[in-house]
Protein backbone atom coordinates (compact mmCIF):
# COMPACT_ATOMS: atom_id res chain seq x y z
CA UNK A 1 0.00 0.00 0.00
CA UNK A 2 1.68 3.62 -0.96
CA UNK A 3 2.73 5.63 1.95
CA UNK A 4 1.04 8.74 2.80
CA UNK A 5 4.44 10.29 4.98
CA UNK A 6 4.73 13.35 6.95
CA UNK A 7 6.86 14.81 9.18
CA UNK A 8 7.29 12.77 12.68
CA UNK A 9 7.72 15.77 14.73
CA UNK A 10 7.76 19.50 14.70
CA UNK A 11 8.58 22.03 17.39
CA UNK A 12 7.51 25.97 17.39
CA UNK A 13 6.68 28.81 19.66
CA UNK A 14 3.54 30.64 20.49
CA UNK A 15 2.39 33.07 18.18
CA UNK A 16 4.53 31.41 15.56
CA UNK A 17 2.88 29.98 12.19
CA UNK A 18 3.48 26.57 11.66
CA UNK A 19 3.70 24.39 8.27
CA UNK A 20 2.96 20.40 8.26
CA UNK A 21 3.24 18.98 5.02
CA UNK A 22 2.25 15.73 4.00
CA UNK A 23 3.42 13.60 0.68
CA UNK A 24 0.83 10.95 -1.04
CA UNK A 25 2.37 10.43 -4.65
CA UNK A 26 -0.41 7.78 -5.13
CA UNK A 27 -3.83 10.22 -3.92
CA UNK A 28 -6.74 9.15 -5.80
CA UNK A 29 -8.05 11.75 -8.73
CA UNK A 30 -11.10 12.30 -7.28
CA UNK A 31 -10.82 12.23 -3.41
CA UNK A 32 -10.19 15.16 -0.80
CA UNK A 33 -7.05 15.79 1.50
CA UNK A 34 -8.74 15.96 4.83
CA UNK A 35 -6.72 17.21 7.88
CA UNK A 36 -7.18 16.05 11.72
CA UNK A 37 -6.00 16.66 15.25
CA UNK A 38 -5.39 14.08 18.09
CA UNK A 39 -4.77 14.98 21.59
CA UNK A 40 -3.77 12.04 24.11
CA UNK A 41 -6.66 9.82 25.22
CA UNK A 42 -9.25 11.44 22.50
CA UNK A 43 -9.99 10.51 18.99
CA UNK A 44 -9.15 12.58 16.30
CA UNK A 45 -11.09 16.04 15.52
CA UNK A 46 -11.68 17.12 11.98
CA UNK A 47 -9.64 20.42 11.43
CA UNK A 48 -10.11 21.42 7.75
CA UNK A 49 -10.89 19.50 4.25
CA UNK A 50 -10.00 20.46 0.50
CA UNK A 51 -9.58 19.32 -3.09
CA UNK A 52 -7.59 21.57 -4.32
CA UNK A 53 -5.64 24.93 -4.47
CA UNK A 54 -6.43 26.54 -1.55
CA UNK A 55 -8.98 26.15 1.60
CA UNK A 56 -9.09 28.34 4.93
CA UNK A 57 -11.27 28.22 7.87
CA UNK A 58 -11.76 30.19 11.41
CA UNK A 59 -8.40 27.56 12.59
CA UNK A 60 -6.25 27.15 9.61
CA UNK A 61 -5.07 26.85 6.01
CA UNK A 62 -4.76 23.97 3.61
CA UNK A 63 -2.86 24.15 0.62
CA UNK A 64 -2.85 21.61 -2.21
CA UNK A 65 -0.71 22.28 -5.47
CA UNK A 66 -1.99 21.65 -9.14
CA UNK A 67 -0.50 17.83 -9.15
CA UNK A 68 -1.95 17.28 -5.85
CA UNK A 69 0.56 14.64 -4.40
CA UNK A 70 1.07 16.39 -1.10
CA UNK A 71 -0.46 19.31 1.03
CA UNK A 72 0.57 21.60 4.07
CA UNK A 73 -1.70 22.85 6.50
CA UNK A 74 -1.16 25.90 7.91
CA UNK A 75 -1.70 26.61 11.76
CA UNK A 76 -1.15 30.87 12.12
CA UNK A 77 0.16 31.91 15.52
CA UNK A 78 -0.46 28.79 17.15
CA UNK A 79 -0.53 28.85 21.40
CA UNK A 80 0.11 26.43 23.88
CA UNK A 81 -2.80 24.18 23.39
CA UNK A 82 -2.32 23.31 19.64
CA UNK A 83 0.57 21.13 20.99
CA UNK A 84 -1.07 17.50 19.69
CA UNK A 85 -0.84 14.81 16.96
CA UNK A 86 -2.05 16.01 13.45
CA UNK A 87 -2.30 13.71 10.45
CA UNK A 88 -3.42 13.88 7.02
CA UNK A 89 -5.95 11.34 5.42
CA UNK A 90 -6.60 10.28 1.50
CA UNK A 91 -7.55 8.07 -0.50
CA UNK A 92 -5.98 6.00 -2.76
CA UNK A 93 -5.55 3.23 -5.18
CA UNK A 94 -5.02 -0.16 -3.81
CA UNK A 95 -6.16 -3.08 -5.07
CA UNK A 96 -8.10 -1.52 -7.76
CA UNK A 97 -10.09 0.18 -5.04
CA UNK A 98 -10.05 3.43 -2.64
CA UNK A 99 -8.72 2.77 0.94
CA UNK A 100 -8.71 5.76 3.33
CA UNK A 101 -4.91 6.32 4.65
CA UNK A 102 -3.70 8.19 7.04
CA UNK A 103 -0.12 9.24 7.56
CA UNK A 104 1.73 8.59 10.20
CA UNK A 105 1.19 11.74 12.26
CA UNK A 106 3.15 14.69 13.16
CA UNK A 107 3.72 15.48 17.09
CA UNK A 108 3.61 19.21 17.31
CA UNK A 109 5.12 20.36 20.49
CA UNK A 110 4.41 23.95 20.78
CA UNK A 111 7.18 26.03 23.38
CA UNK A 112 5.99 28.79 25.48
CA UNK B 1 -25.87 16.65 21.05
CA UNK B 2 -24.60 13.50 21.72
CA UNK B 3 -20.99 12.52 20.10
CA UNK B 4 -19.84 9.32 18.93
CA UNK B 5 -19.86 6.65 21.63
CA UNK B 6 -18.21 3.52 21.81
CA UNK B 7 -17.93 0.66 24.48
CA UNK B 8 -16.55 -1.14 26.36
CA UNK B 9 -13.99 1.43 27.19
CA UNK B 10 -11.20 -1.03 28.32
CA UNK B 11 -11.12 -4.77 26.81
CA UNK B 12 -9.07 -7.69 27.85
CA UNK B 13 -8.73 -10.85 26.17
CA UNK B 14 -6.83 -13.67 26.11
CA UNK B 15 -5.47 -15.06 22.94
CA UNK B 16 -7.64 -16.85 20.34
CA UNK B 17 -11.04 -15.93 21.93
CA UNK B 18 -13.43 -13.08 20.47
CA UNK B 19 -13.85 -9.66 20.80
CA UNK B 20 -16.89 -7.65 19.96
CA UNK B 21 -16.64 -3.36 20.25
CA UNK B 22 -19.69 -1.34 19.88
CA UNK B 23 -20.64 1.67 18.04
CA UNK B 24 -23.40 4.54 18.66
CA UNK B 25 -22.99 7.69 15.34
CA UNK B 26 -24.04 10.67 16.27
CA UNK B 27 -28.08 10.64 16.02
CA UNK B 28 -28.92 11.39 11.76
CA UNK B 29 -25.43 9.67 10.74
CA UNK B 30 -25.53 6.86 8.32
CA UNK B 31 -21.66 6.12 8.41
CA UNK B 32 -19.51 4.75 10.49
CA UNK B 33 -15.76 3.68 10.21
CA UNK B 34 -13.69 1.46 12.05
CA UNK B 35 -10.41 2.23 12.75
CA UNK B 36 -7.08 0.48 14.20
CA UNK B 37 -4.87 2.78 16.13
CA UNK B 38 -1.56 0.22 17.38
CA UNK B 39 1.00 2.09 18.85
CA UNK B 40 4.09 2.31 16.58
CA UNK B 41 2.00 1.93 13.75
CA UNK B 42 -0.63 5.46 13.81
CA UNK B 43 -3.76 4.91 12.48
CA UNK B 44 -4.95 1.88 10.46
CA UNK B 45 -8.31 2.21 8.14
CA UNK B 46 -10.59 -1.40 9.13
CA UNK B 47 -14.10 -0.71 7.65
CA UNK B 48 -16.53 1.99 6.22
CA UNK B 49 -20.10 1.14 6.95
CA UNK B 50 -22.48 2.96 5.31
CA UNK B 51 -27.12 2.57 5.45
CA UNK B 52 -26.31 -0.71 6.75
CA UNK B 53 -23.92 -2.15 4.21
CA UNK B 54 -19.93 -2.36 4.21
CA UNK B 55 -18.98 0.11 1.63
CA UNK B 56 -15.01 -0.64 1.74
CA UNK B 57 -12.84 -2.44 3.80
CA UNK B 58 -8.62 -1.87 4.71
CA UNK B 59 -6.01 -4.13 4.54
CA UNK B 60 -6.69 -6.61 7.43
CA UNK B 61 -7.04 -10.27 7.53
CA UNK B 62 -11.27 -11.34 7.55
CA UNK B 63 -10.73 -12.63 11.48
CA UNK B 64 -11.96 -8.54 11.19
CA UNK B 65 -15.51 -8.01 10.64
CA UNK B 66 -18.63 -6.30 11.40
CA UNK B 67 -22.11 -4.76 10.94
CA UNK B 68 -24.04 -1.76 10.91
CA UNK B 69 -27.36 -2.32 12.64
CA UNK B 70 -30.99 -0.74 11.08
CA UNK B 71 -30.80 2.69 13.60
CA UNK B 72 -26.86 2.55 12.36
CA UNK B 73 -25.35 1.27 15.20
CA UNK B 74 -22.35 -0.70 14.71
CA UNK B 75 -20.38 -3.66 16.13
CA UNK B 76 -16.66 -4.78 15.25
CA UNK B 77 -15.86 -8.15 15.67
CA UNK B 78 -12.45 -9.46 16.20
CA UNK B 79 -12.09 -13.56 16.30
CA UNK B 80 -9.07 -15.49 16.47
CA UNK B 81 -7.42 -12.85 18.30
CA UNK B 82 -3.62 -12.01 18.25
CA UNK B 83 -1.36 -10.75 20.82
CA UNK B 84 -0.67 -7.76 18.03
CA UNK B 85 -4.43 -6.94 18.20
CA UNK B 86 -3.82 -5.17 20.85
CA UNK B 87 -4.75 -1.56 20.01
CA UNK B 88 -7.15 1.32 20.78
CA UNK B 89 -10.15 0.35 18.68
CA UNK B 90 -11.62 4.22 17.24
CA UNK B 91 -14.95 4.29 15.63
CA UNK B 92 -16.42 7.47 13.73
CA UNK B 93 -19.60 8.66 12.41
CA UNK B 94 -20.65 10.85 9.23
CA UNK B 95 -23.20 11.94 7.79
CA UNK B 96 -23.04 9.84 4.86
CA UNK B 97 -24.17 12.67 2.18
CA UNK B 98 -23.89 10.47 -1.20
CA UNK B 99 -22.30 7.38 0.06
CA UNK B 100 -19.16 9.64 -0.17
CA UNK B 101 -16.75 8.37 2.57
CA UNK B 102 -14.63 11.58 2.65
CA UNK B 103 -17.05 13.58 4.62
CA UNK B 104 -15.95 14.90 7.65
CA UNK B 105 -15.87 12.44 10.66
CA UNK B 106 -16.91 12.67 13.93
CA UNK B 107 -14.36 9.87 16.33
CA UNK B 108 -15.56 8.57 19.69
CA UNK B 109 -13.04 7.67 22.40
CA UNK B 110 -11.84 4.71 21.23
CA UNK B 111 -11.87 1.10 22.85
CA UNK B 112 -8.83 -0.04 24.46
CA UNK B 113 -8.39 -3.98 23.91
CA UNK B 114 -5.01 -5.65 25.07
CA UNK B 115 -5.07 -8.91 24.29
CA UNK B 116 -2.89 -11.35 26.44
Known amino acids: LAKTTQPISMDSYEGQEVNITCSHN???????ITWYQQFPSQGPRFIIQGYKTKVTNEVASLFIPADRKSSTLSLPRVSLSDTAVYYC?????????????FGQGTRLTINP | EAGVTQSPTHLIKTRGQQATLRCSPISGHTSVYWYQQALGLGLQFLLW???????NRGNFPPRFSGRQFPNYSSELNVNALELEDSALYLCASSPGTSGDMYNEQFFGPGTRLTVL
Open chain 1, 89 to 101: LVGVLSGGAQKLV
Open chain 1, 26 to 32: NIATNDY
Open chain 2, 49 to 55: YDEGEER
